[in-house]
């Protein structure tokens, strides 16, 4: 059964760090995985989708890779703003094509 | 280009009753999966429909149900409340299937009472 990890579960970080978000998963079967960002009280927002053949996906600030062999993905997220602040969900497509998804990691950015 | 619709946004009901919630996917988009959001269980997948068919489904009691119509708007539908189905339930549009880029809408809050 697939399952998804994410660490840190929560992390502050003062504004410009650069920073990294985790996330593993136990079955290297998967077709892709997709970062997500979600606001309090709000969906969800898709940041980057990486197909099982690719190493990594860049959006802006943002950089997601995937290795799937060791079954571990990677957020980076570059010079962090205020508005960068919510809580980061990864979710891998597995076999059955359903999305499983990790519990995320709240971010917060301080100003 | 409009994004995805939820109604209700809020809604409360108390246990035994049932509930029907909606969800308009972005124009184009024929694939609708529905999600359901706990702070103890975290996201979990109810079902996809595709094409007025249920493509796929999640490890849900049979109260709870979907469909999808031809203009690929969706409802849920939720018999026999209980007090555990109180959650943010969320629902995804997409090209194809889960492994195409999931568009999500603002989610509707369901609380039994």
Known sequence: KQEVTQIPAALSVPEGENLVLNCS???????????????PGKGLTSLLLIQ????????????????????????YIAASQPGDSATYLCAVSDSNYQLIWGAGTKLIIKP | ????????????????????????????????SWYQQTPGQGL???????????????????????RQFSNSRSEMNVSTLELGDSALYLCASGAGDSTDTQYFGPGTRLTVL
Do not use: M
Not at chain 2, 3 to 31: A, D, E, F, M, N
Not at chain 2, 57 to 65: C, D, E, T, V
């Open chain 1, 52 to 75: 099982s053949s690719q190493r990594e996906q860049t959006s802006g600030r943002l950089n997601a890779s995937l290795d799937k062999s060791s079954g571990r993905s990677t957020l």
């Open chain 1, 25 to 39: 998963f136990t079955d290297s079967a998967i077709y892709n995985l997709q970062w997500f960002r979600q606001d």
């Open chain 2, 1 to 32: 280009k409009a994004g995805v619709t939820q109604t209700p946004r809020y809604l409360i009901k108390t246990r035994g009753q049932q509930v029907t919630l909606s969800c308009s996917p972005i124009s184009g988009h024929r694939s609708v």
């Open chain 2, 44 to 66: 979990q997948f109810l079902f996809e429909y595709f094409s007025e068919t249920q493509r796929n489904k999640g490890n849900f009691p049979g109260r709870f149900s979907g």
